[in-house]
């Protein structure tokens, strides 16, 4: 079981949103590139970074951290917020990320994703974001009609190397991730899966490791707020 540590960054500091709303976020002190190291310091080996920058824009805004976080603390870091070019995935695959994450751009234009997996192989991850089992883009702020597996079967074959599930109800709210929508994608997606949203504590880790086709699981605001230690958390982390 991976453990990716979040970081999330506006304006070039960490912060959390409650349920991807940028009007409910909590500031913290330490910059990415010292959140980062502190990660690195305590021995994980992955990251989980959004640029919530880019979601909004459409750039890669905070190219410069992360390339920086890359090549400072050799971490495996995917990256995700606002990607809709493949000239923005090259940047960050040249920056040295092990995975790109494609939500809303991928969701709106399944050629684009295509596209991105044969042109990226392995480097590909699909963000899906869900509420009430509906897909929703655009920084969550556009729901879809669109049910979450009904768009996994068809783009299952695409290539893509890792899928990501967030339960947006959930996100930030630490009362433990939606486990039971997120075994249903396992159960039929073609790449192993990361949980996210709602980590409220070690037992929430354990038990995401009884299940099958999860590949790992991403904890943001649980570590900010000091529910979960990290001497804790990386025992966890395989």
Same mark, same amino acid.
Request: net charge neutral; aromatic share 6%; charged share 30%.
């Given at each position: 079981?991976?453990?990716?540590p979040?970081?999330?960054?506006?304006d070039g500091?960490?912060v959390?949103?409650?349920?991807g709303?940028f009007?409910n976020?909590t500031?913290y002190?330490?910059?990415p590139?010292?959140?980062?190291?502190k990660y690195?310091?305590h021995?994980?080996?992955n990251?989980?970074?959004?640029?919530?920058?880019?979601?909004l824009t459409?750039e890669t805004?905070n190219?410069g951290?992360?390339?920086?976080?890359?090549?400072k603390?050799?971490l495996?870091?995917e990256?995700?917020g606002?990607?809709?070019k493949l000239?923005s995935?090259?940047?960050?695959?040249?920056?040295g990320? *092990?995975k790109? +994450?494609? !939500?809303? &751009?991928?969701?709106?234009?399944?050629?684009? =994703?295509k %596209?991105?997996c #044969?042109k990226?192989p392995?480097?590909i991850?699909?963000g899906?974001d869900a509420k009430d089992?509906?897909?929703?883009?655009?920084g969550?702020?556009e729901?879809?009609?669109?049910?979450?597996?009904d768009y996994?079967?068809?783009?299952?074959?695409?290539?893509?190397?890792r899928?990501?599930?967030t339960?947006?109800?959930?996100?930030?709210?630490?009362q433990?991730p939606n486990?039971e929508?997120?075994?249903?994608i396992?159960?039929?997606?073609?790449?192993p899966?990361?949980?996210?949203?709602?980590?409220?504590?070690?037992?929430?880790i354990?038990?995401a490791?009884?299940?099958?086709?999860? *590949?790992?699981i +991403?904890? !943001?605001? &649980?570590?900010?707020?000091g529910?979960?230690k =990290?001497? %804790?958390?990386? #025992?966890?982390?395989a």
């Amino acid at each position: 079981m991976k453990i990716f540590p979040a970081i999330d960054i506006k304006d070039g500091k960490c912060v959390r949103l409650v349920k991807g709303d940028f009007k409910n976020k909590t500031e913290y002190e330490m910059s990415p590139v010292e959140q980062a190291s502190k990660y690195k310091d305590h021995g994980f080996k992955n990251l989980h970074i959004v640029d919530l920058d880019g979601a909004l824009t459409g750039e890669t805004v905070n190219l410069g951290a992360i390339h920086n976080i890359v090549s400072k603390f050799d971490l495996k870091v995917e990256i995700g917020g606002g990607i809709r070019k493949l000239d923005s995935i090259q940047k960050y695959v040249d920056a040295g990320v *092990e995975k790109v +994450i494609l !939500g809303s &751009a991928a969701i709106k234009d399944k050629k684009f =994703l295509k %596209e991105a997996c #044969k042109k990226f192989p392995n480097k590909i991850a699909l963000g899906l974001d869900a509420k009430d089992g509906y897909l929703s883009v655009s920084g969550w702020k556009e729901n879809t009609n669109q049910l979450s597996l009904d768009y996994l079967n068809e783009v299952n074959d695409y290539g893509v190397s890792r899928l990501i599930y967030t339960d947006i109800n959930k996100d930030g709210m630490k009362q433990s991730p939606n486990f039971e929508d997120t075994s249903k994608i396992a159960a039929k997606s073609n790449c192993p899966v990361i949980i996210s949203g709602g980590v409220s504590s070690i037992d929430d880790i354990k038990k995401a490791k009884g299940l099958k086709n999860i *590949e790992g699981i +991403i904890v !943001g605001k &649980a570590i900010y707020d000091g529910d979960i230690k =990290l001497e %804790e958390l990386v #025992k966890e982390d395989a």
